[in-house]
């Protein structure tokens, strides 16, 4: 793996954003807190068509954090897919971890993801939970792990060896959701081992689960991942 100048393996964060300046700031500073060497990371931050001031958040952090590597690229055309794509090829490093701007690492994620990765896994979906008190968003979160483990599911935020990512082709850019369940199946299907990442995890924002009144953004969102679970839907508007 191509180490840094302290020794150590480079990894790249990579964020899609778009419309996301409220949130974005919380992101970078998880990637700020982490226990991996600063020197040996970098975050790129693609900005998806924002109208907000998520560029101008992004280059305020990078102005006070220089001891971390910052990229900000632009990619008009909104699409998670797309904008991630964008990130991984701007970015250097050579295990890539996918971030969503809405969500934080918890500090020891980056170290965890390289000892997964020199375990023999060069790839690794992450354990999700819920930055909210409710009980009924972190039952929610907590469901969606309890699946992944029983039926063995590689899906949501993940890590990748730079590599592997793109000797896949990255993500399919006509997908709207499920675009990381496509591309990790499509590399179990190739033989690359991929495990789930449960030591450590990726807090994000329930805001999907609150779009609607009397709770039924709890239905909502969980039939919505069934279906694109199922393959259904996968291109549509989400």
Same mark, same amino acid.
């Given at each position: ?14 964020? /899609? ?5 409220? +949130? ?97 896994? /060069? ?16 039952? %929610? ?23 592997? %990512? %793109?000797?896949?082709?990255? %993500? ?11 591309? +990790? ?7 690359? /081992? ?45």
């Amino acid at each position: 793996m191509t180490s840094c100048s302290t020794g150590h393996p480079e990894v790249s964060i990579v964020i /899609p954003a778009r419309d996301e300046e409220s +949130l974005i700031g919380r992101a970078l500073e998880s990637v700020a807190r982490q226990s991996w060497p600063l020197a040996c990371l970098e975050v790129v931050v693609v900005d998806n068509g924002s109208r907000d001031r998520t560029a101008s958040v992004v280059q305020a952090f990078a102005a006070r954090v220089p001891d971390l590597r910052v990229r900000l690229v632009y990619e008009p055309v909104p699409g998670r897919a797309r904008a991630k794509n964008a990130g991984a090829r701007a970015a250097s490093g050579e295990l890539l971890i996918f971030l969503d701007a809405d969500s934080a690492l918890a500090p020891d994620l980056v170290e965890r993801a390289i000892e997964a990765y020199r375990g023999g896994y /060069p790839a690794g979906s992450i354990r999700i939970i819920s930055d909210s008190p409710d009980l009924l968003d972190r039952a %929610f979160f907590d469901l969606m792990e309890f699946g992944k483990r029983l039926f063995h599911i590689r899906a949501q935020m993940f890590y990748c060896s730079r590599t592997m %990512f %793109f000797a896949l082709g990255g %993500f399919d850019e006509r997908l709207h959701i499920a675009e990381d369940r496509d591309f +990790l199946v499509r590399l179990q299907r190739s033989g690359v /081992p991929v495990c789930h990442l449960s030591t450590s995890w990726i807090m994000t924002s329930p805001r999907r689960l609150h779009r609607l009144p009397l709770r039924l953004g709890l239905l909502t969102t969980f039939g919505r991942w069934l279906l694109a679970h199922l393959g259904i839907g996968r291109s549509w508007p989400y």
